[in-house]
């Protein structure tokens, strides 16, 4: 039955044994693989459907192409599986079900599933139903390659009617639009950029050589999918020999965007066996503590962290212990004498360095959009004995595959959380009042976060202590301190989600302010396993509040709150990566003269991954590479570094600060920061923005100093001096705040013009008051 082969394809994909195919179906693939694909010799990839009773595979050569192969046909390929001797699935008769197995789409580009191209793919699954006059025609030309060598080699060219002239045209438009043959044509190398112009030749060719009888035969089939079917073998044929260059061409590019087996890409960690400890277990359950154990044991070590607060954190732990231990950030690199161990954020890990041990913290990382690559690129490529990982169950499945991959023994761990999170079904019951020492209440936006710290200050004895991503790390940890110290007056924090990770906080209870987040576009509900992870932060092993609570403000968000802490983890099946500079670097020798930013599209278009692979996502590097393209006289490794610098592109002067940067870097000069600090701390909102961006653009040029040589950004201690400066007038506004922040009407408006239906009132302190 279906799944049987479908149970076969993925055991020889994970068994990763070498599969020879041949086709009935696709003369196209038979045809070339004789010539340039010889046997079609390939690993089988992950993706196969099963539908009716046919089984589609996507073809590994190229991500966006289906072959579609008869059942019949797959038993024969499934016999010639050298599946070790585990083939007992092939008998198996083949039946229609596939309800373990949903239609999905063609992968495209982005990871996407292009729902054009699935029905395209149904439309090599119509042969079967096939018109009479198809069939008539399929039966009198049933070899492609014979056709093509008659036309090839006529010399007469017919008299056509003008109906039949039309009909042709109709057909072969019929043709061009098709995206199924246009998927199909990728396979011989066709881009789909290409695809149009090889289609009007080949119509061209065909109106000029092909005998009356059959256009005739293909006329009466008319502009349909069996007359595309018929024609693109003989497509193959006329491509392949008219147009070499242009597949050599593609070919090379396609070749050069070649994401798959990444595991390959670090042949040194490849030759160690390599012990991966899995620390596995839902938030404040040790995992970090047991993998810091074995870190601070070894005789060298190195900790990779997701935040560099946290990078920050185990450094200074770590040293207090009396282990000397260096740290390592984008930002910053504090060499401590005599330190076999270094402590940095996950996006500066060696892949050089020889480790003992090896902590890779939050490995459910892997699956994020825009960093997941990071933590992959860790994971496969550290030269380390012993490598912990410690993350929630999310990736675990995939985790052992890639152990399987590298060869690489896994040994998990399973944790359980010290004491169980509580939920309080009594809420805040929407007033502030309600809040107690010890609280978190987290809310998901610079604005209310302002909002509810004033409002608990103006109407309760609490202080309030705020974390929030704007700030910097160094004024979070403050804030953090100052939260936890249980001497001073600040016993209440107001998180937004930035507060979800790693961080030692003294939370008795977390309480969500809101559960909706704005996404950029609309308010959206703030994700379940994000939910788990803020709401994980109450109750602390060893704090003063070792059992966790968590509520809501309001009682109709309670329900919302209860669903997500009782959702299992989401089970991750790809994680992220992205091209090194050597990989982009042979890719845009491939098509000179390209702008970096379509660079990367091209990039993204072209590039072939594995099955448990998506390619992570560069939206932010791109309008950074818009804006610097003006730079003039930047190489390409330089460009490739100014863009991935960390700016926030929303902010104006942090970009034109970037442009700055990069325009005297580009003359040879060295780059200044053209800045002052403020003498004081801030006295309303747009001063505390001010001083926030003023730390952003001291960090992304200490960041800079780290890609670039000394000569180039020569003011290290300076801009330092400076960050360390504005992080603590941003500490001592942060204890003064008292102003009032945008007005309500302005944020109705903007929520009506954005259409957003979010209904929470604006002001809290209007409602406090009510
Ligand atoms: N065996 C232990 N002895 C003493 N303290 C411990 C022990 N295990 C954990 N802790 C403390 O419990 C707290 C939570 O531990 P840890 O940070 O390791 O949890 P985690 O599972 O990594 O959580 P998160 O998901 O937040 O990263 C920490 O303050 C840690 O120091
Ligand atoms: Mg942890």
Wanted: proline share 4%; with cysteine; net charge negative.
């Amino acid at each position: 039955m279906a799944r049987g082969v479908a149970g076969v394809l993925r055991r020889a994909y994970n068994s990763r044994v070498r599969v020879l195919l041949s086709t009935r179906n696709l003369h196209s693939f038979r045809e070339t693989e004789s010539r340039s694909l010889c046997n079609s010799d390939f690993d089988v990839p992950t993706n196969r459907f099963c539908s009716g009773n046919r089984v589609r595979i996507q073809l590994p050569w190229n991500d966006y192409r289906f072959g579609c192969f008869e059942i019949g046909k797959v038993r024969t390929f499934s016999s010639t599986v050298d599946n070790n001797g585990e083939n007992d699935d092939i008998e198996e008769s083949v039946g229609s079900e596939s309800d373990d197995y949903d239609e999905e789409g063609v992968i495209n580009e982005f990871g996407d599933v292009d729902e054009s191209l699935l029905n395209d793919s149904v439309v090599a699954e119509t042969d079967e139903i096939g018109s009479e006059a198809a069939r008539a025609l399929n039966a009198r030309y049933n070899d492609p390659v014979e056709l093509y060598r008659e036309l090839r080699e006529s010399e007469v060219r017919s008299k056509l009617q003008l109906s039949e002239w039309d009909s042709l045209h109709e057909i072969f438009g019929y043709f061009a639009q098709s995206g199924w043959a246009a998927n199909q044509a990728l396979a011989i190398y066709i881009g789909k950029s290409f695809f149009p112009t090889a289609v009007s030749k080949f119509r061209d060719f065909f109106l000029e050589k092909c005998r009356i009888e059959v256009v005739q035969d293909l006329v009466r089939v008319g502009p349909t999918d069996e007359a595309v079917k018929f024609l693109f073998p003989v497509f193959v044929e006329f491509c392949i020999e008219e147009f070499p260059d242009e597949i050599k061409r593609f070919k090379s590019i396609v070749d050069t965007a070649d994401l798959t087996k990444p595991a390959t890409w670090f042949p040194f960690a490849r030759a160690m066996k390599r012990k991966i400890v899995y620390h596995c277990g839902p938030t404040n359950s040790g995992k970090t503590y047991n993998a810091l154990q074995r870190f601070m044991e070894a005789k060298n070590g190195l900790y990779c962290s997701p935040l560099r607060l946290l990078a920050m954190e185990v450094f200074d732990k770590v040293n207090a212990l009396g282990i000397y231990c260096s740290l390592l950030t984008g930002q910053e690199k504090k060499h401590v004498p005599f330190a076999n161990h270094v402590s940095c954020t996950v996006e500066m890990v060696s892949t050089d360095e020889l480790y003992e041990v090896a902590v890779i913290d939050e490995i459910q990382m892997m699956a994020d959009p825009s960093r997941g690559h990071a933590w992959t690129k860790a994971l496969l490529g550290l030269k380390a004995d012993e490598i912990h990982l410690c993350g929630d169950p999310s990736v675990l499945d995939i985790v052992r595959k890639m152990c399987a991959d590298t060869g690489d023994e896994l040994v998990e761990e399973h944790y359980e959380r010290f004491k169980p999170l509580v939920v309080e079904a009594k809420t805040l019951l929407g007033d502030l009042k309600n809040v107690k020492s010890g609280d978190c209440v987290v809310a998901f936006s610079r604005r209310e976060i302002f909002e509810v710290k004033m409002a608990i200050e103006k109407h309760t004895n609490h202080r309030c202590c705020v974390i929030y991503g704007a700030l910097p790390p160094e004024t979070r940890r403050q804030q953090a301190n100052l939260f936890n110290d249980q001497e001073n007056e600040y016993d209440v924090l107001v998180a937004s989600d930035a507060v979800g990770m790693g961080l030692n906080l003294n939370i008795r209870r977390v309480v969500f302010y809101s559960l909706n987040k704005y996404n950029g576009d609309k308010m959206v509900p703030v994700a379940a396993s994000q939910v788990k992870q803020i709401a994980g932060r109450a109750g602390r092993r060893g704090s003063r509040y070792p059992d966790g609570l968590t509520t809501t403000l309001h009682l109709e968000d309670l329900n919302y709150l209860i669903e997500c802490l009782q959702q299992p983890f989401d089970e991750v099946t790809k994680v992220g990566l992205f091209p090194f500079f050597e990989q982009i670097e042979l890719f845009a020798a491939q098509v000179p003269d390209m702008a970096f930013s379509k660079l990367l599209d091209h990039f993204g278009k072209h590039c072939r991954l594995d099955g448990s692979y998506f390619l992570c996502r560069h939206d932010h590097v791109k309008k950074v590479a818009n804006m610097l393209e003006k730079v003039q006289g930047l190489s390409l490794e330089d460009r490739f570094n100014f863009c991935f610098a960390p700016v926030n592109i929303r902010n104006p002067k942090a970009m034109y600060q970037l442009y700055r940067f990069a325009s005297t870097y580009s003359q040879d000069t060295p780059v200044n920061i053209a800045m002052g600090v403020p003498k004081s701390s801030a006295k309303n909102d747009t001063e505390l923005l001010d001083l926030e961006s003023r730390h952003q653009i001291l960090s992304m040029y200490l960041w800079l100093s780290n890609q670039f040589e000394e000569k180039n950004f020569p003011f290290v201690e300076r801009v330092e001096a400076m960050a360390t400066n504005i992080a603590e007038l941003l500490g001592e506004s942060l204890s003064k705040v008292s102003w009032k922040m945008e007005s309500k009407e302005e944020k109705v408006k903007g929520q009506k013009k954005e259409g957003r239906g979010y209904e929470r009132p604006a002001s809290l302190i209007k409602l406090v008051n009510k």
